[in-house]
């Protein structure tokens, strides 16, 4: 899991959380699968965005965690299931999962 710290039309820049590990962070020109889930709506069923994206710079931020700016290349919405680590949330979440 990590910590989104923006999103644009064209991006999203990623905190990678201490507990994730310095091996765990990718470099330049890696491709990256996110998939954040949205909130909750009466109207239909729980939904997740997930975009395909490439890696273009790797910052640290003002505490030494690293900061991912990740070009989305694809975007769709897909159904949302939660991981089995993880409780379902009702609030707006902030944590993405990540692969590469």
């Known amino acids: 899991m990590k910590l989104v ?7 999203i820049l990623i905190r990678w959380l201490p507990s ?5 962070v990718p470099r330049p020109g890696d491709t990256l699968n996110i998939e954040m889930a949205l909130p909750a709506n009466h109207n239909f069923d729980r939904k997740c ?17 690293p900061l991912v700016a990740v070009r989305i290349n694809t975007t769709k919405f897909r159904k949302y299931t939660p991981p089995a680590t993880q409780k379902a949330v009702t609030h707006v979440p902030q944590l993405v999962t990540v692969t590469h």
Do not use: H, L, M, Y
């Open 5 to 11: 710290e923006n999103i644009s039309r064209t991006g």
């Open 20 to 24: 994730d590990g310095p091996q765990d």
């Open 49 to 65: 965005w997930f975009c395909g994206g490439t890696v273009v710079r790797v910052s640290k931020a003002e505490d030494n965690s």
